[in-house]
């Protein structure tokens, strides 16, 4: 009854958090009936349910497989390399707008660095093709300024990485800095004031004050991207990628798209996706957890 | 001499001027309150003389200095903030120490001050402790142990006492009137609650509007005020004001006449303001 009584006075709230939830219900709920496919040897034609269980051997499958292994450790390597440099970015632009004083100025280096979010996987694909385009493109143009000879960036595996990880700072830096610029803007003001009476300078300020301040927030961040780790940005690797460079540039969710769709073995796709699903939920729970530990900072 | 003095002191924002020409001298050692109510201009005064706000017009000095174009950390002065601003991420002893580290004292010297100061404010047992596991008296404690620390010529507190309980509030006006009998360091401290004003201070400063209404010992203030701002913002409950005539022998007010001593003969039939504090019933 008191459920009841409950509802009746909040109806209001639950009807505003109902598409949410049909959202997570129909999108990411109601898809987690197919993983049993992983566990079987799936046809199109019996279905999911009359598909027969054939327990992990899809996964004896993966663990044997070159290619999975390789798509494994290109999907770690990659992450790494984005939270060594791609996670520091936007936490780095954050202080530094917050050093900007001149309004305007603040304004429009702002706009600049967040537009690249707004644009499109595909055109940012473009951009990247085009500026690394041996024949016609920015960066082959200053290096024959120099008198070298053009480098085939997108076809030779060694600059997949730095290119892709590059790309990803630029795309998303500008706009990641927002949730940063928040949290210093939360920052109590009588501390900074504080600070300067008792001789502090910016740089000590941002050291001392800023940082810490916003180490929450950080924390948080990182245990969020921690958990994508092996969500490595798929729709940017298939529009960059190709067979030359699959040796550094295959990621588990390209191999999934290849093995699922293209080659029709859904029940091996869905494997591998449980595999990186797995991983991905091992990973943000430790870091929850060390967090929480060290820091008093949590998820949950 | 590490005397305050105030002389013309303008603030304007923009074409907006919030204080108009203040002139005040605060002597070493004296222990001065600014009150007035909230939008006076009390606590941009004492923002002015930090250095967290610019002074638009007028000569600020101390110790015999001018420091309208001096940084912040060279005036030699310490505040208190009203919410404490106490660093979150250090403990009582980090905090105490941050000024000290930042002008780069020596490792012992830093220790042998801070526990010399929590020693004085009862803060020894604390110092492991971070900001957000003390109670607010001990906060304000930190937070004036913070200021103590650094030795300057001038404290400076914006309104420290407001945000704790009444009880507490009582029992740190006894500790800061203490702290400043022994440490004799000139005082400059804004308050709203005119209490704290009148048991805290050798001066009050009054202030409305962005202008000094009157200035003097808080028995001054309360026995003569200069006006009727002062005179209705001083006591509580506040003095009765009475609009009336002055007479031969005194004053009519409406149909009763109110017999003053003094000389208000020769100025019958003036209009009149008399006042009586309810403690002045008999």
Known sequence: ?300 | MSGVNLSGIIKAYGALQVVHGIDLNVAEKEFVVLVGPSGCGKSTTLRMIAGLEDITDGDLMIDGRRMNRIAPKDRDVAMVFQNYALYPHLNVADNMAFGLRIRKMPKDEIKTTIDNVAEILGLTPYLDRRPADLSGGQRQRVAMGRAIVRHPKVFLFDEPLSNLDAKLRTQMRAEIKRLHNRLGVTSIYVTHDQVEAMTLADRIVVMNDGRIEQVGTPMELFNNPANTFVAGFLGSPPMNQMKGQLTESGAQIGDAEIRINGATAGHAGRDVIVGIRPEGFA
């Open chain 1, 1 to 300: 009854m008191r459920l009841y009584d409950h509802f009746k006075r909040e109806w209001q709230i639950y009807a505003m958090l109902l598409p949410t939830i049909i959202w997570f219900l129909v999108f990411l709920y109601k898809p987690m009936y197919g993983l049993q496919i992983a566990f079987k040897d799936y046809s199109i034609f019996k279905g999911v349910a009359d598909s027969p269980w054939i327990g992990f051997e899809h996964f004896k499958t993966l663990f044997s497989n070159d290619q999975f292994i390789r798509a494994v450790r290109n999907t770690i390597t990659i992450s790494f390399y984005n939270l060594l440099f791609g996670f520091p970015a936007p936490i780095i632009l954050a202080l530094m707008f917050n050093e900007v004083l001149h309004a305007t100025y603040k304004r429009t280096a702002q706009t600049i660095v967040y537009l690249p979010h707004f644009i499109s996987s595909v055109i940012i694909a473009g951009i990247v093709i085009t500026a690394f385009s041996p024949t016609a493109g920015i960066i082959n143009t200053i290096i024959g300024w120099f008198g070298l000879d053009p480098v085939y960036f997108l076809t030779q595996p060694q600059w997949f990485r730095p290119i892709f990880v590059g790309t990803g700072i630029w795309q998303e830096a500008g706009f990641g800095s927002i949730v940063f610029l928040a949290a210093i803007a939360g920052v109590n003001p009588s501390l900074y004031e504080s600070a300067v009476v008792d001789g502090a300078n910016r740089w000590q300020m941002m050291w001392k004050i800023t940082i810490p301040s916003i180490l929450p927030t950080i924390l948080i961040m990182l245990i969020i991207r921690i958990g994508n780790v092996m969500e490595v940005s798929f729709e940017l690797v298939i529009l960059l990628y190709q067979p030359s460079t699959y040796e550094t540039a295959d990621v588990v969710n390209t191999w999934i798209y290849r093995q699922g769709l293209q080659s029709g073995q859904y029940d091996l796709a869905a494997a591998g996706g449980l595999f990186n699903a797995v991983v991905a939920f091992v990973l943000v729970m430790t870091a929850n957890t060390l967090s929480r530990r060290f820091s008093r900072t949590s998820l949950w």
